[in-house]
């Protein structure tokens, strides 16, 4: 799947690592973007990185009616990130169940919800990608990150479910499990992080190069490495932290 001439819907555009992809895919040649926001004033700085490509949609995934309204809206996508996402910290017998059931909504239902809505735009369009935000820690649970981790290995099962059932439709279907990146989701975490630039840059490549499965940062290599090696052993690495 070549980013040149292609038209994206990223969500989650106007912060983070949905800018940091709305900026890629301007460099890489893509012919429009649709960068989605939950508030469409958030956007102002994204669209004026290039008016001309840069289109604005009013986008919260977790709302049935704008996923239909933007199928009518940007009715050419080709390329389909599902970038929104939340974190809310806590174990699972402490964190609060409003809180664990916005976070299924958002990093497992927003995605499907996306993804089913998008894959008979992009296969009338010739077909394309889906490309779908998850997270290292959906490989191994980190406890203190329990229903985040939850949400997002949820939408890891419905990316390889996904991939199979699209791939006829000529629609390759991606994900993408990040370490920890520099952005407001782990803003007073002290670790070493990853520009997201470069996770951008990383996820291009890897669409490119048609790598199913992109771990995009040092971190997240090493981690799969040795989680193919031993996943017990990254599983009790991960308890302690
Ligand atoms: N940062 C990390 O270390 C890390 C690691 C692995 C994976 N990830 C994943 O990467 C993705 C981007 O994260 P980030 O680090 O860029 O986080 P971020 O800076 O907190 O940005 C999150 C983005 O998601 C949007 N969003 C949240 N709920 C939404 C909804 N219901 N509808 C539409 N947009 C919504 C936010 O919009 P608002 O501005 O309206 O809140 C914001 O644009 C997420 O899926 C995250 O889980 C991040």
């Known amino acids: 799947m070549q980013i040149r001439n292609a038209t994206a819907l990223v969500t989650g555009a106007n912060r983070g690592i949905g800018l940091a992809l709305v900026k890629a895919l301007l460099n890489s040649g893509a012919k429009k973007i649709y960068a989605g926001a939950r508030d469409v004033k958030t956007l102002e700085a994204v669209v004026a990185l290039d008016r001309a490509r840069v289109q604005p949609l009013h986008l919260d995934v977790t709302h049935a009616e704008h996923i239909h309204a933007a199928t009518a809206a940007a009715p050419d996508v080709t390329v389909l990130i ?9 174990s699972f017998v402490d964190v609060a169940a409003d809180k664990v059931a ?14 089913r809505a998008f894959a008979p735009v992009i296969e009338a369009n010739g077909g394309g990608a889906i490309i779908n935000m998850l997270t290292l820690v959906a490989l191994a649970s980190m406890p203190g990150l ?4 939850a949400s997002k290995a949820a939408a890891w ?12 439709k000529n629609i390759q279907v991606f994900g993408v499990f990040p370490g920890a990146v520099d952005t407001d989701m782990l803003a007073g975490v002290d670790m070493p992080k990853t520009h997201p630039a470069d996770i951008a840059s990383a996820i291009i490549s890897g669409v490119e190069s048609g790598t199913e499965d992109i771990f995009p940062d040092p971190m997240s290599t090493q981690l799969y490495a040795a989680w193919k090696t031993d996943h017990k052993a990254v599983e009790r690495q991960f308890a302690l932290m």
């Open 82 to 90: 599902n970038n929104a996402g939340i974190l809310e910290f806590g």
């Open 102 to 115: 916005r976070q299924f909504a958002t990093n497992f239902y927003g995605k499907l919800n996306m993804a």
């Open 146 to 149: 329990s229903t985040y981790n």
């Open 157 to 168: 099962s419905m990316t390889q479910s996904l991939r199979a059932t699209l791939a006829s």
